[in-house]
């Protein structure tokens, strides 16, 4: 899934790569997948684009933007994007946007993906409403004061940090490293942490944010180009096998919150001692 650091990589990396191209063609959902999402099923994204030419592209929280002139394409969650030299020779995509130079963007949806094309300005979702309306945790805007106006006592932090847009963007992928760096459970209630524990929560979110940016992104996703980041994940399935970097006890997996979470007991005890 896109998160946060990965659009941000993104949209660096299309500002550098796509300029001077012309959009030639558009070809959508050549695979049909069930959970792509497009507006009004894509029919108008080739009379949008074509013959238009590459802006520059932004992120919004986890969505990645392109400005064709008058014409935005915005990506969401599961969507991978990657920039082609020449266009593949197969219809393995569901969203390709080829160049007058024979280079393309090829758009893959894994689970599930947001693909939209529309004039500029207008807000494709109700979802994305919800996120252009709060703001990115790497901003310099974003104070301790903000973040704790969206806590509420009875909430788990994984609730406080991953439900409701609250800090969009962000997810399950960020979040569960954000928590063990600083030692708390992600079942652990807003009213019994600390207000120290909540600072340093605070603190490492953005600094643990602003590291990936740093390094492309987290490993287990890849850049415009194919390559995976090089933020290297503490808390996922894959080091399950592998014990705790801090105590060398075991990772434990448990399904919470219709997810999966990851935590070691002992670094990040359920219960705090006073
Ligand atoms: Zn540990």
Redesign the pocket.
Known sequence: MIELPEAIVLARQCNETLQGKVVEQVSVNSKPHKLAWFVDEGKNYQQLLQGKSFSYSVNFAGYLCLYFEDVQVIFQDGVNIRYLDSCPDHNQHQLLISFTDQSCLMATVAMYGGLYVTKKDIVPTTFMKASLDSMDCVSPLFTYEYFMSKATDKLSLKAFLATEQRFPGIGNGVIQDVLFKVGLHPKLKIRDCSEDQLRKLYEKLASTLREMVALGGRNNEKDLFGIPGGYEVLMTSSQLKNP??????SIVKENYMGGSIYF?P???PLKTID
């Open positions: 705790c970097k801090n105590c060398s006890g070691c002992r670094c990040q």
